[in-house]
């Protein structure tokens, strides 16, 4: 769970009462708060813009089921964390935190992703250019050694989870991580694109060839967002 | 059914067979570091076979005798003994199932006291501490989405139809030799 991401709701609302205009973090530019609510993104695509690269079924069920749970859960976790404290039950509270990780990785992590992605029509697919390009070149030897690396990563994954290229904050280096469920990425490392294993990501349309989604969802990748990414962090 | 058994089952076998295969090579190569390297591929391929070799079994068509919870008459006693009633049983059980977070199996198993639990195991992590597997219920996104989609709460409800409780009266009746001695005849 993001330490931001909880500063962020209670500072938000803050705010709001204020009438004043808040800018989420960077990494959380496109989780929007309502009334220190967590609430479901917009798209900037219509279910089906991905296809045939992901269905349209997939990403309705993805965006509109999966990650509102998330987002729902999220809120609950919130709000009895927050009568835990204002009850000064400290214990109670902490024992939230596995749902807290849970769900707000999952609504992190999930707004990370559908920002990284966009039709093949528009600005998915192809090849970074530019100093990202550089700094993958670098980091993986080519553009085509980091893909195959990722895919490894991601086909290495046991069970549901994520693989992320991330930034290190502190070297300014490149490189791959996995996350467990919904774990997202924290600290140090800055989450520049994130690709779903979860089998729900998936599984309609390519059941149990993994490895095919794997191939395909480079057609979908929005170079431009995670150059943005990579520039920010 | 189809998929979960002729492609994911085969795939844990497979990939099983090869990490076994490479290990005795590490073995008598006397190369520690393989050894070590190949133990997750191991437990998790093998977990994977145990967990579905076990999951088959204790499923059987809902019309069949053997789908009533009459055919575990020592086994529905010994629930009612643990949780006051069946329902409760299956509240709990059911309550485990849907709390899972990402990949993983619920199991109702017989400890070394011969006391009934509800255990949670994450991925393909099998239940190997000396307690008996009783009832597994594959909780991973494939056993259900074709049919379920993320309503994962409905395949749970539904799963309680296709119990087969005289596997699960044979088993909680039996050790923990007795259960893994005919799954390693199978491997």
Known sequence: MSSTLLR?????RGALRAGAVVKPAAALASTSFVRGKATLPDLSYDYGALEPHISGKIMELHHKKHHQTYVSGLNSALEAIAE????????????????????????LNHSLFWENLAPASRDGGGEPDGALKKAITEDFGSFESFTKQMNTALAGIQG???AWLVKDKTSGTLGLVTRANQDPVAGSLAPLLGIDAWEHAYYLQYENRKAEYFQAIWNVINWKTVASRFEKA | MELHHSKHHTAYVNNLNNALLSHATAMNAGDIAAQIALQPLIKFNGGGHINHALFWENLVPSDSPDAKTEAAPSLTDEIAKTWGSF????????A????????????????????????????????VGGEVPIIGVDMWEHAYYLQYLNGKAAYVENIFHVINWKTAEKRFLGTHDDLFASLRAML
Do not use: C, M
Request: glycine share 12%; hydrophobic share 40%; charged share 20%.
């Open chain 1, 8 to 12: 962020t709701v209670p500072a938000l």
């Open chain 1, 84 to 107: 835990a404290e204002s009850k000064g039950d400290f214990t109670k509270a902490a024992s939230v935190a596995p749902l807290l990780n849970f769900h707000g990785g999952g609504h």
């Open chain 1, 160 to 162: 549901s989870g994520w």
């Open chain 2, 87 to 94: 329902d409760s049983f299956k509240k709990a059980y059911s």
């Open chain 2, 96 to 127: 485990a199932l849907l709390s899972i977070q990402g990949s993983g199996w619920g199991w109702l198993v017989k400890d070394q006291a011969g006391r009934l639990r509800i255990v949670t195991t994450k991925d393909q992590d099998p239940v």
